[in-house]
Structure formats: C-alpha cells, structure tokens
C-alpha cells in the first residue's frame, strides 16, 4: 500500500516563504503531485514530479527527492488567498493517493 | 461550461434510505473516480472506472454501487446509509488511468441523520 506524512497545519504572514514537506512510502511509484483545496471547495492540481528536482510555476515551487521518499512544495510571496489546504499525493499502479493534507494559514 | 459536474450538492437523508448521485465529465478524459473526503479532510479514493470498466474498488462496502452507462458518466449509489457515510463525495476524471493530473467536481456533501 501507500502511506503519506505531511504536517496537519502550518501558519504565515503575508509574503514570506513557506514549505509543506511530504514524506512516503509505496512501492511502485510514478511521481509526487500537489493539489490545493480552498475551504468548501474541490481539490485542485498544482504541480507534479515525475524526476528528482525542483518545478517552478509562478510563485509556487516543488521538489522531489526519490532516493529520500520525500518532497516538498514551495510557496513564495504569501498571499491571503493562498490559506486552504495543500495534499501531496503519490501516483502508483492506477490510481492517486493523497496525504492527509496540510492546512495553510497566511496572517497579514 | 463545467468540466466535471456533480449532482446533487447537497443531500441530507435517513440512515437507511438510499441515495444516489451522479457524475458526468465533458473533457472527454477516459477515467474517472469517486473519491471521499471525511471531516478530517482525509481524501480516499474508493472506485475507477476506465472506460466504463471498473478498474479499482479499494475495499468499499457493498452497499456502494458505482455504474458508468459510458465514459463520461459515472455515478454512485448507496444502499441502507449509515451514518458513517456522512462525508464530502468527489467525483474526478482523468485523461488516462494512473494520471497525476485529475479534474474534481465541486464535491456531494452527504449528511447522514
């Protein structure tokens, strides 16, 4: 099976940095993806690694490291908007697999 | 256009009773799933379909039945609820089977009394 850590909270102020770290375990594994869901609303795709390195779309980065069953995502510039929550999720054989997701706070 | 709908949104009922709801997707991807979201916010995939052939069931109860009349339909039906079921239902669809890129509806919040 496959099993996802990432933290169950992180809080920030309004443009700095953060990091959503994601370690895991499967077997047979394709790539780690990063999805967004604003409260109340659905999931949506933010970025994939299919190879170690980092993805840079806009203000949001990913980095995957296979030899370390760990990744993380990247958010730069916090805006008030970006408080929701953020899943990792693992592709392996047919399906996707989420974490359990980490809530975003941004304070101004 | 909405790409992947769901219906209804909102569904408040008996344990007991039976419910269903229904998925369509007009990207013209060939998979799609149903996944739930519990309150912990803990997203489980819990049926694929590929073409209208079902491809995954992760060990859900019997009393869920998925259908898929064709590949952009996928609905979900559930007999004798329990309160358990209570949960947020996603519908998604993909381009291909195993993709990393999914397409969620807006989400069937179901509230089991």
């Known amino acids: 099976g496959q099993s996802l850590e990432q933290p169950s909270e992180v809080t920030a102020v309004e443009g700095a940095i953060v990091q959503i770290n994601c370690t895991y375990q499967t077997s047979g594994f394709y790539g780690l993806s990063w999805y967004q869901q604003h409260d109340g609303g659905a999931p949506t795709f933010l970025s994939y690694n299919g190879l170690d390195g980092l993805e840079e779309t806009g203000r949001f980065s990913s980095f995957l490291s296979r030899s370390d069953s760990y990744g993380y995502l990247l958010l730069q510039e916090l805006q008030m908007k970006d408080s929701a929550s953020y899943f990792c999720?693992?592709?392996?054989?047919?399906?996707?697999?989420f974490g359990g997701g980490t809530r975003l706070m941004v304070k101004p | 256009d909405t790409a992947v709908s769901q219906t209804p949104k909102y569904l408040v009922t008996q344990m007991g009773n039976d419910k269903s709801i229904k998925c369509e997707q007009n990207l013209g991807h060939d998979t799609m799933y149903w996944y739930k979201q519990d309150s912990k916010k803990f997203l489980k995939i819990m049926f694929s379909?590929?073409?209208?052939?079902?491809?995954i069931n992760e060990t859900v109860p019997n009393r869920f039945s998925p259908k898929s009349p064709d590949k952009a339909h996928l609905n979900l039906h559930i007999n004798s609820l329990e309160l358990g079921d209570s949960a947020v239902y996603f519908c998604?669809?993909?381009?291909?089977?195993?993709?990393?890129?999914?397409?969620f509806g807006a989400g069937s919040r179901l509230t089991v009394l």
């Open positions: 998604a669809s993909s381009l291909i089977s195993g993709a990393n890129v999914l397409t």
């Open positions: 379909y590929n073409n209208k052939e079902l491809i």
């Open positions: 999720a693992v592709s392996a054989g047919n399906m996707l697999t």
